[in-house]
């Protein structure tokens, strides 16, 4: 070390330490990071809305004959399940009759679904059908009633083919 002429005391000032956020190279590793963040928040928010209109692209046929299938997937048609399954059912029903009749059925109960049905003019046939599948249903729901496992497999197929049923034929 030298000594400074003016001041005679040794020149320390020369040696100083620079922390380690303060370099260049830290720097460039924030900035990489910052744009690895961003390219994979830009991803997944890419998936999302391919995701979406996926989803979107879905008849209304399509998404209930879906949601069904989830039912079975789900194991949610054992007769210890009798309410969850026809809480989804009714629920699956009434999003179906809303989205392809455009029938406002959705803050209606079950039992209410039907007279405006019979009002609206809907084939007797399936209104029967949708009036013992309900109807099934809302013991189980609100009696908490135990259900056989032969009459909900016997209302999973009912709801089937209400669904295919009212599926609109191609000319």
């Known amino acids: ?61 399509q998404q209930a004959l879906y949601d069904i299938q989830q039912l079975k997937i789900n194991h949610a048609l054992y007769s210890d399940k009798g309410k969850e399954f026809y809480s989804a059912v009714s629920n699956i029903l009434k999003t179906y009759l809303f989205k392809r009749f455009d029938y406002d059925v959705l803050g209606k109960t079950d039992t209410e679904i039907i007279p405006f049905l019979e009002e609206n003019n809907f084939d007797s046939n399936l209104v029967s059908e949708i009036k013992e599948l309900l109807h099934g249903g809302v013991f189980v729901k609100f009696a908490n009633a135990q259900v056989a496992q032969e009459r909900i497999n016997k209302d999973y197929d009912r709801v089937v083919s209400i669904i295919t049923l009212t599926i609109p034929q191609k000319k």
């Not at 040696?15 to 390219?39: A, E, R």
């Open 1 to 61: 070390m030298q000594i400074n002429e003016k001041t005679g005391l040794y020149e320390n000032y020369g040696v100083w330490h620079v922390p380690f956020w303060q370099t260049d190279s830290f720097l460039l590793c924030i900035k990489i990071v910052g744009c690895l963040l961003l390219v994979l928040v830009l991803g997944l928010l890419f998936r999302a809305y391919l995701c979406y209109r996926k989803r979107k692209q879905r008849t209304a046929w």
